[in-house]
């Protein structure tokens, strides 16, 4: 039975990348969805109005997994 350092690796860097995206990734891009809208450029308000569309589908997503986790992973 050895320690395997290569998996312990890619665990980490697996539930750091899930942490910054799920975490700070979704204030981030509302974030910038805003100062997108409210920026003066043309097609910045498209762009804001996605990112903010992006928002919403993602918190929904994580309503449905908390409701829906077990049926969905089964654990």
């Known amino acids: 039975m050895g320690f395997d ?4 690796g890619v665990a ?3 539930v750091l990348t899930v942490g910054l995206l799920l975490g700070a990734g979704i204030p ?6 805003i100062r997108s809208i ?10 804001g109005r996605a990112l903010l569309a992006l928002c ?8 449905v997994v908390i409701v829906f986790g077990k049926q969905l992973f089964g654990i």
């Open 38 to 47: 409210e920026s003066e450029r043309p097609g910045s308000t498209a762009v």
């Open 12 to 14: 980490i860097v697996s």
């Open 56 to 63: 919403v589908v993602l918190a929904l997503a994580g309503i």
């Open 28 to 33: 981030l891009v509302y974030a910038l969805g």
């Open 5 to 8: 350092l290569g998996a312990l």
